[in-house]
């Protein structure tokens, strides 16, 4: 499977490029005329500089996803009740919040009217995953709309309620963390310079904490700017060493060591498998539902796991044995997915080994965020307490030197 990206004509006349996966450029054309476009030009070659700089500025993310899960609910349950497609995304754009999303409806209830598909009514947005429009676009075929977007509702809700729960979960250890740099910060550059004419000429008979706290005050206040600067850029060359083949690397080989590192390869495949077997149990196959799902994860590192799990599928092997040999999927999950291959059940076991590695993902967070709060407490009080503690005590050690 290549990605092609073509030049493309709306039925409206408006000129597009898509990025497809397809056996060849013949098969990219026909998928292309098939979703009532015309296409102008296919390639699969790098884009050059010039080309990069054409391309147009797409606004992801218009639409949040607990807005998606919110429209293929409402959707799903408007055409269950027997209304035309175009009538339902009518109504949905009448009763939509923002202007924003009746704009962006409006787009697909004229493209849909216009005798083109829901599928690619909805990809022109770029608003959806690559899956939800690869699962809608399967049961536009099969006849079993109504259900697949029930389904993709689901999908989407449960990853919409996991990350609002992270969220707010998240919030107060967030604020907490706020307000110790920001005393830590108050307290070493107005504070503490308030007592260093005391200690003058005396530091030799001061304490080492109250040393170390006279230090950091003067570390602090001299070269605040520079220390900011480390502090924001520490993450951004981490950000792209880690994004880096070399860093990739290094995560495969130490990613046992690494804190935090195996809850979150957990996380994302219990997302890659649940995406799969919405895909699948609406009709895609495994071949076309790898890439979509691979799509639908975030991580680098993962999306090049997947593609070697594609590759050694078209090559004869079977879906089990190709993630073995990825190393990331856990062995539970695996032998899961052998048993759906041999019964003919595969959607079925990856939907349970999907639904087992997130519980027991979300109980270990609940353990670490619920041990959040105290730590950021009992961390704020350290620090202040050191600092406080470092003055007094210089303080009266040069009150016992006067006695």
């Known amino acids: 499977m290549t990605a092609y990206r073509c030049l493309v004509i709306s039925r409206e006349g408006r000129s597009d490029w898509r990025v497809i996966d ?95 598909s829901l599928a690619s009514g909805l990809d022109q947005l770029n608003s959806f995953p690559g899956y939800v429009i690869g699962v809608i676009r399967s049961a536009e075929r099969s006849g079993k709309l109504a259900e697949a977007l029930a389904t993709l509702a689901q999908r989407l809700s449960l990853a919409a309620s996991t990350r609002r729960q992270l969220l707010t979960a998240l919030t107060y250890p967030a604020a907490v963390l706020a307000a110790t740099l920001l005393a830590l910060a108050l307290v070493l550059t107005l504070v503490i310079p308030q007592f260093e004419p005391i200690f003058e000429g005396q530091e030799d008979k001061l304490p080492q904490i109250t040393q170390l706290v006279l230090g950091l005050s003067r570390l602090v206040t001299d070269h605040g700017w520079i220390l900011i600067a480390a502090i924001l850029a520490i993450p ?15 995560i495969n080989r130490h990613r046992q060591r690494i804190p935090g590192m195996m809850m979150r390869d957990h996380y994302i495949a219990s997302q890659f498998i649940g995406i799969f077997a919405t895909l699948i149990g609406n009709g895609v196959s495994v071949v076309n539902a790898l890439p979509l799902a691979r799509d639908a994860v975030g991580s680098r590192r993962w999306q090049r796991h997947i593609e070697l799990v594609e590759s050694a599928i078209r090559g004869g092997s079977r879906l089990s044995a190709a993630l073995t040999r990825s190393a990331l999927i856990p062995s539970a999950a695996i032998r899961l997915i052998e048993i759906g291959e041999r019964s003919g059940q595969l959607a079925g076991t990856c939907r349970e080994a999907s639904a087992i590695i997130g519980e027991n993902v979300r109980a270990k967070i609940e353990r670490i965020l619920v041990l959040a709060n105290p730590i950021a407490i009992i961390g704020l009080g350290g620090l202040v307490g050191l600092l406080v503690a470092g003055v007094m005590l210089g303080i009266f050690t040069l009150g016992d030197f006067a006695n």
């Open 22 to 116: 397809a056996p060849d450029q013949q098969s990219a054309a026909t998928r292309l005329v098939a979703d009532g476009l015309t296409p102008l030009d296919i390639r699969s070659d790098a884009l050059s500089l010039v080309e990069r700089l054409n391309q147009p500025i797409r606004l992801r993310r218009v639409l949040t996803i607990g807005d998606q899960a919110l429209i293929m609910t409402q959707l799903a349950t408007l055409i269950r009740s027997g209304l035309p497609v175009d009538r339902s995304l009518d109504l949905l754009r009448e009763q939509a919040p923002r202007a924003r999303q009746r704009d962006l409806l409006a787009q697909v209830v004229a493209y849909v009217r216009g005798g083109g």
């Open 236 to 250: 951004t060359v981490l950000f792209l060493f880690l994004r880096a083949p070399t860093g990739m690397e290094f």
